[in-house]
């Protein structure tokens, strides 16, 4: 069996007294779209910033394709292939959507968002952003001010400044939060297209949409990993039931 692309060995995060990730273990092989799941508080947003490095384990390991990148920052995991999209949108809603995904193109080149003037101008930058978009299905909307989308748009368009960076894997957090039911159905098809080119680590409350979407599925509780499996295996465990998932899927029935 070949290494796995991203390897979690061990991770934990205090803060104070709050025990956020408690010895975290998940193997993610390449081409994987893996889900994390849990309740609120289980810890997967601080898992998902300590492995885009915007904040660093107490303790564990993360390798990267064999590297360890456990103190890498997160600008140098960026260039190396891992790419973020936020819980929380954050666009700059008076850019055109062009305009922000060329930022993050230049931002991933190392450049500062104080130089969003020559990011609109150069063809380098342009380029890849208006291919992000068209990956994404905003290509007719980059000229629109981005305030002017709909929360569905500005989910696909953080997805676009996420693919901008020509990741390897792309780390999503909760990208179908907030979304109605059409919304989320094109953000389903739109992942499930992206899942042919990305191994992707998802973190999502939509049960039906991890159900449809995941290989395997690691379910985080109090900061502990209590099961991981494919969808069948996690379905039929019962501490994974008792624990979350007969919540969560009644609240989605």
Do not use: C
Not at 29 to 42: M, R, S
Not at 184 to 194: H, I, P
Not at 226 to 242: D, H, K, M, Y
Request: glycine share 8%; hydrophobic share 45%; charged share 20%.
């Amino acid at each position: 069996m070949s290494a796995p692309l991203l390897d979690i060995s061990h991770l934990a995060k205090r803060f104070g007294g709050i025990v956020a990730t408690d010895d975290v273990s998940i193997a993610i092989p390449q081409g994987e779209l893996h889900a994390l799941i849990g309740p609120n508080g289980a810890g997967k947003t601080t898992l998902i910033a300590q492995l885009s490095g915007s904040i660093f384990a107490d303790s564990g390991r993360i390798a990267f394709d064999g590297e360890d990148i456990t103190r890498l920052p997160m600008q140098k995991r960026s260039h190396i292939g891992l790419a973020r999209s936020f819980q929380i949108t954050s666009l700059f809603l008076d850019l055109s959507v062009l305009d922000n995904v060329a930022l993050a193109v230049q931002a991933h080149a190392g450049h500062s968002f104080h130089f969003w003037h020559a990011a609109r101008s150069e063809s380098d930058l342009r380029k890849p952003a208006r291919e992000a978009l068209a990956r994404v299905g905003l290509a007719g909307s980059a000229d629109r001010v981005t305030a002017a989308l709909s929360h569905g748009e500005h989910r696909l368009l953080e997805l676009a400044m996420a693919l901008a960076s020509k990741p390897r894997m792309l780390l999503l957090d909760e990208p179908m939060a907030g979304l109605g039911p059409e919304e989320s159905a094109r953000m389903v098809d739109m992942l499930r297209d992206l899942k042919r080119n990305y191994t992707i680590l998802l973190v999502e409350h939509d049960m039906e949409a991890v159900f449809a979407l995941a290989d395997r599925i690691t379910v985080l509780v109090y900061g502990r990993v209590i099961a991981t499996g494919v969808p069948a295996e996690i379905r039929a465990n019962t501490q994974v039931r008792e624990a979350y998932l007969g919540d969560a899927e009644a609240a989605h029935g």
